[in-house]
C-alpha cells in the first residue's frame, strides 16, 4: 500500500513537470566541467552553492565558472526547478540583492553546443547539458534526474 | 512653484528609467549593471527618490540616494568592490527651493575580497555591519519600505572598517553562512550625525537555512562606539525570513547591554514584518516594530503601505507610520519613494 503511495506520488510529480515544461523532451541533465578537473562527483548542494556563487572556488583551488542557458530555454528552466525549485524569473530577487554585494549571475551561453566548447577548453567552467548530448570533450560530475528530485 | 518643480523631478526620473530600459537590447539589462568589456571592470548602482510628510515638519522630497557600484573580478583569487553614495543631491521642501545644498558623498563600501579556499573568503576595508538581514540589505530597491525599522540600526553601527572571514559551510544536504570580523579603525568612517560608529568592534554572523523558504540567522558582537569609547557594549540578534510563493514575512530581534553611563544600559529592539501580492505587481506590506530608547518609554509603530514593482529592478512605495513614543527615533507620517536599480 505504502509502495503505491509512493508511486503514485512520483507519477504525479512528473506529469506536473511534463506540464509545467512543455515539449521539455528531457530526462536527465548532466553536469559537465573541464576533463582536466581532478573531481570525479559534485553533490546537490555543491553545484546549488556554485550556481548561487556563494562557492566560489574548488577543492583544488581554481575558480568555478559556472554557466547557464537563457532563461527562455528549456533546459535551464528544467535545471532551475530542479535545483531550486523555483523558475529562473523567480530568482530575480535573489539576484538583485547579490548585485548589492558585487555579484552577478552565471554567465548565459546561447546552446548547449556552446556550453561544451567554452567547458571544454576553460579550466573551472561548470555547465549542463543533456545527457545524451555529453560527449568526450568534457567529464560529467553529477546526472541530476528531473523525477528523482521532485 | 516647488510644485511645478517636483513635477519635472518625478518626470525626468521616470524618462531616465525608461531610457535605461530600453538600453537592454544592446546588452545592457535594468538592475544588473553594465560590463567594461573584458577589463572585469562591472558598474552599477541604484537611485532612491523620496518623499515625506511627517508631522508638523514642512512635506518634503529628495533624491535621497544615489548610489554607484564599482566593482572588479578578473577570475583571480582578488575581488574589489566599493559603493559611493550622494545622499540628499537634490531636495525641495514646502515654502523652499530646490537644492542641492544638502548634498553629501559618503563612502559607504570598499573592500578587497581575498579567496582563501572554497569555505573561506577574506575581506579587507570597510563593509556593512553583518548584524541581522535588513542592514545587509538596506538598499531601497531591495526592501519593502521607504522607512527603515529602528532595530536594524540603532543599537550598532551601520558599517564596520577593518578585517572579516566569510564563508559558507555545505552541511549534507543545507549549508551554514559565517562571518567574524573585526573592526579597528575609523579613518574611512564619515561622521554621520547621530548615527553610531564603532570606535572598535569584533563580531560574528550565522545563517542557517532550515529550508529552501526558511533562514534563520544569529549575530553577535562586542564594541565600543565613538564618543563613548570607555564602555563595553555587547549585542545579541535573531532574524528569520521566511518566504511561500510571493509571500514573505521577515523579523528581527536584538538586544544590547552596556556599561555605559550615557546610553540605555539594557535595550531590546525588534520588527515583524509581513508582504502579501495584491495583483501581479501590487503588493501589501504591514510591519509592527517596538524599541527601547534612552531617557523615554520603549517606542512602538505601525506600518501600512503598498509596493508596486512592475520588474525587478524598479520599486515605487507607499506608506504611513503611526505609533506612540515614536517621535525621535520613528515620528508618525506619511512617505512615498520611486527606486530603481541601475
Given amino acids: 500500500m505504502r509502495n503505491l503511495g509512493t508511486i503514485l506520488i512520483r ?74 525549485k523555483k523558475l529562473p524569473e523567480e530568482q ?12 552577478t549571475p552565471p554567465q548565459v551561453l546561447a546552446s548547449e553546443e556552446a556550453v561544451l566548447r567554452f567547458v571544454a577548453i576553460t579550466p573551472g567552467a561548470l555547465g549542463y547539458v543533456q545527457k545524451h548530448s555529453v560527449d568526450d570533450r568534457v567529464k560529467v560530475l553529477q546526472i541530476i534526474s528531473i523525477a528523482d528530485l521532485n | 512653484m516647488p510644485n511645478i518643480q517636483l513635477a519635472w523631478l518625478i518626470a525626468l526620473l521616470t524618462y531616465s528609467v525608461q531610457v535605461l530600459a530600453d538600453d537592454s537590447g544592446s546588452g545592457y539589462q535594468l538592475g544588473r549593471g553594465y560590463t567594461l568589456g573584458d577589463s572585469g571592470i562591472h558598474l552599477g548602482g541604484y537611485a532612491n527618490a523620496q518623499m515625506h510628510s511627517q508631522g508638523p515638519s514642512p512635506t518634503g522630497f529628495s533624491l535621497e540616494d544615489l548610489s554607484l557600484f564599482v566593482s572588479w573580478d578578473n577570475g583571480s583569487k582578488l575581488r574589489y568592490f566599493s559603493e559611493t553614495e550622494v545622499e540628499d543631491g537634490l531636495s525641495i521642501k514646502e515654502g523652499q527651493s530646490l537644492t ?33 538581514q535588513w542592514n545587509l540589505m538596506h538598499a531601497s530597491p531591495l526592501v519593502w519600505t521607504s522607512t527603515r525599522p529602528v532595530a536594524t540600526n540603532n543599537l550598532f553601527a551601520e558599517h564596520a572598517t577593518g578585517i572579516m572571514l566569510q564563508g559558507v559551510i555545505p552541511l549534507s544536504e543545507r549549508s551554514i553562512e559565517y562571518s567574524v570580523y573585526s573592526d579597528y579603525t575609523s579613518s574611512l568612517d564619515p561622521k554621520r550625525g547621530d548615527a553610531p560608529n564603532f570606535d572598535n568592534a569584533q563580531g560574528l554572523r550565522l545563517r542557517y537555512s532550515l529550508y529552501d523558504n526558511l533562514q534563520i540567522g544569529f549575530s553577535y558582537a562586542d564594541f565600543a562606539l565613538m564618543g563613548d569609547t570607555n564602555s563595553r557594549n555587547h549585542l545579541t540578534g535573531l532574524d528569520l525570513a521566511w518566504s511561500y510563493q510571493r509571500f514573505a514575512i521577515n523579523s528581527e530581534i536584538v538586544y544590547r547591554d552596556s556599561n555605559s553611563l550615557s546610553v540605555s544600559q539594557h535595550a531590546w529592539q525588534g520588527y515583524i514584518q509581513g508582504v502579501s501580492p495584491l495583483t501581479e505587481s501590487l503588493y501589501a506590506v504591514g510591519r509592527y516594530e517596538f524599541f527601547d530608547q534612552a531617557q523615554q518609554q520603549t517606542g512602538e509603530a505601525e506600518v501600512l503601505g503598498l509596493a508596486y514593482r512592475p520588474t525587478p529592478s524598479l520599486v515605487m512605495k507607499v506608506e504611513y507610520r503611526l505609533g506612540k513614543h515614536n517621535r525621535q527615533l520613528a515620528p508618525d507620517g506619511l512617505f512615498a519613494s520611486f527606486t530603481v536599480l541601475f
Wanted: proline share 4%.
Fill in chain 1, 11 to 84: 507519477l504525479i510529480a512528473v506529469y506536473l513537470m511534463c506540464f509545467s515544461l512543455p515539449g521539455l523532451a528531457v530526462e536527465s541533465l548532466a553536469l559537465v566541467t573541464h576533463p582536466s578537473s581532478n573531481l570525479n562527483s559534485l553533490s546537490l548542494e555543491t553545484i546549488k552553492l556554485v550556481y548561487l556563487r556563494k562557492l566560489m572556488l574548488a577543492s583544488d583551488g581554481s575558480r568555478w565558472i559556472p554557466l547557464n542557458l537563457p532563461s527562455t530555454h528549456e533546459l535551464r528552466r528544467a535545471f532551475s526547478i530542479s535545483l531550486f
Fill in chain 1, 92 to 103: 530575480e530577487s535573489y539576484w538583485n540583492e547579490q548585485y548589492f554585494q558585487g555579484l
Fill in chain 2, 100 to 132: 542641492t545644498g544638502l548634498a553629501k558623498f559618503r563612502l559607504e563600501r570598499l573592500y578587497l575580497d581575498y579567496l582563501v579556499n572554497d569555505n573561506v573568503t577574506l575581506r579587507t576595508g570597510k563593509f556593512l555591519t553583518p548584524i541581522g
